[in-house]
């Protein structure tokens, strides 16, 4: 089972750019294995889908809230992945967590309509994402 840790979340302003990275580790398949995702979840709000990035060929997903502003990316070398969030908003605050999964089906089901996302593979910890000024 893979074993997540998430980093580079923070304090921005509005209109403001910031770039998370999720670290994989201790699994006996590479990272390329694994579709890959991001979740977020504001304080009183269920955890709700960001992006995802299937495992075979790069396919994306985003959430109509995030698209055009952030980018999914994932370094299967560096077994990490990224998430590249520009033009934040107020309503971006919320921690963010990396999910990963042997299904791309399942895993962007989870992304798309939340449906599964309980059954993930792995889940990260969480980084605070705060976009006030």
């Known amino acids: 089972q893979l074993q997540l840790v998430e980093s580079g979340g923070g304090l921005v302003q509005p209109g403001g750019s910031l770039r998370l990275s999720c670290v994989a580790s201790?699994?006996?398949?590479?990272?390329?294995?694994?579709?890959i995702g991001w979740f977020r979840q504001a304080p009183g709000k269920e955890r709700e889908g960001v992006a995802c990035?299937?495992?075979?060929?790069?396919?994306?997903f985003y959430k109509t809230a995030v698209k055009d502003r952030f980018i999914i990316s994932r370094d299967n070398a560096k077994n990490t992945v990224y998430l590249e969030m520009n033009n934040l908003k107020p309503e971006d605050t919320a921690v963010y967590y990396c999910?990963?999964?042997?299904?791309?089906?399942?895993?962007?089901?989870?992304?798309?309509?939340?449906?599964?996302?309980?059954?993930?593979?792995?889940w990260g910890q969480g980084t605070q994402v705060t976009v006030s000024s």
């Open positions: 999910a990963a999964d042997r299904s791309w089906f399942t895993l962007r089901e989870a992304v798309k309509t939340g449906v599964g996302k309980e059954g993930l593979g792995s």
């Open positions: 201790e699994f006996s398949l590479g990272l390329d294995y694994y579709a």
């Open positions: 990035m299937s495992a075979s060929d790069g396919t994306t």
